[in-house]
């Protein structure tokens, strides 16, 4: 780990005054930033020690009481501050009523003792998980030329969304899927102001210009995520196979959220996560269901649509019955019907 200067930011104002204070955080790729916020540090530690990440400033956001908590709107809005640990999340009485499928994604991340360190801002934010990114090769997206899990072991890796990114690592998240699937956005401020950008748009596949897997750029702080009000009786199902049952990364996942009216889907969203670079929406499958009503058969070829265009790599086709699976189940469960067979 290399050398590093410690501040803390009292509030978001400050923290990106620190940042503008650090010399040339402007304008530098966002990997080899000089200055780099620290939220509860799950990620970013172990990355600078292991070489990948080497701010020489961290300004530490956790004094920064105005970017944690959740806050509920009167229209039923929520607005979760950046800085809020999955922990918080998990006992919200007002996520629990607005967002149940999120509580559902925050119990399958990480561990209970991590759970009280990360935060959702830092959660959307950290690096893949792809052995050839962590290792020591100098794969693509560490600055090298080749993507070695094309070709080499891909076990873990994507099997939608290869032909548009360099790279075929998947995005590791758990509260990713959910939040696209809540239609959530993201809160940002920095020295060209403050806007908001779906989580769909945040999290965008890395790019020669740009070998991060998210659009944010370094000068840039997130202050809160935003969910807007749910469709009346829509209700979420989030559900993730893996390795092992605790302390383990998604090899799938399928976040759904569906509302019903007059017995036909009157709104869906179906999220896949762990077989993308990026959280995947399957809006195809989501175009079958619509105006229908929904059947065990339907949910099927739902889940069938949902992974059409899936193209597996040597080692990981075994991902696409178990996302096809997830896919069923989920939208049975959202749906309340008993899934079957699946
Ligand atoms: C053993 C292990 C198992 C795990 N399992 C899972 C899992 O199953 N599912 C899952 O979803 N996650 C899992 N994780 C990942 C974990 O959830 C993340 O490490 C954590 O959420 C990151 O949050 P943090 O607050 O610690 O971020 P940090 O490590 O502090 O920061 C991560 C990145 O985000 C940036 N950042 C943080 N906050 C902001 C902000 N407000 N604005 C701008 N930039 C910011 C930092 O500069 C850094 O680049 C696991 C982690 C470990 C170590």
Redesign the pocket.
């Known amino acids: 780990m290399n050398d590093f200067e410690h501040t803390s930011a009292a509030s978001a104002a400050d923290a990106l005054a620190k940042l503008g204070g650090a010399p040339s955080a402007l304008g530098t790729s966002y990997p080899a930033a000089p200055a780099?916020?620290?939220?509860?540090?799950?990620?970013?530690?172990?990355l600078m020690h292991d070489h990948l990440?080497a701010p020489t400033r961290l300004i530490d956001?956790k004094p920064a009481h105005d970017?944690r908590g959740v806050r509920l709107a009167a229209d039923g809005a929520l607005a979760i501050g950046?800085?809020t640990t999955?922990t918080d999340i998990e006992r919200d009485p007002a996520v629990a009523e607005r967002a149940p499928i999120l509580i559902e994604a925050v119990r399958?991340?990480?561990?209970p003792q991590?759970r009280a360190?990360?935060?959702i801002?830092?959660?959307l934010?950290?690096r893949t998980r792809c052995w050839y990114f962590r290792g020591e090769t100098r794969c693509w997206l560490k600055g090298g030329d080749t993507c070695y899990a094309r070709a080499g072991r891909s076990d873990h890796h994507a099997i939608l969304g290869t032909d548009s990114s360099p790279c075929i690592a998947v995005h590791?998240?758990?509260?990713a899927p959910a939040l696209v699937a809540l239609d959530a956005r993201v809160a940002i401020s920095g020295p060209r102001g403050t806007h908001a950008v779906p989580v769909a748009d945040l999290l965008q596949p890395p790019t020669a210009d740009r070998r991060v897997e998210h659009t944010?750029a370094p000068d840039?702080?997130?202050?809160a995520i935003e969910i807007p009000p749910q469709p009346a009786g829509a209700r979420g199902v989030y559900l993730k196979a893996m390795e092992r049952a605790a302390?383990?990364?998604?090899l799938a996942s399928a976040a759904v959220q569906l509302a019903l009216r007059d017995g036909r889907v009157d709104h869906i969203r179906i999220v896949l996560g762990g077989v993308a670079p990026t959280p995947w929406r399957a809006v195809d499958a989501e175009r079958l269901l619509i105006g229908q009503p929904l059947t065990p058969a339907l949910a099927t070829q739902a889940a069938e649509r949902a992974l059409a265009s899936a193209s597996p790599f040597d080692h990981n086709a075994y991902k696409l019955p178990l996302a096809r699976a997830l896919v069923r189940r989920a939208v049975l469960g959202a749906s309340a019907m008993e899934s079957e067979g699946a």
């Not at 590791?172 to 509260?175: F, I, Q, W």
């Not at 302390?247 to 998604?250: G, V």
């Open positions: 780099r916020f620290i939220a509860g540090g799950t990620d970013l530690i172990p990440a956001l970017l950046a800085l999955l399958e991340a990480a561990t991590l360190m990360a935060t801002g830092g959660n934010l950290q590791p998240s758990d509260l944010l840039e702080l997130i202050t302390w383990s990364f998604a």
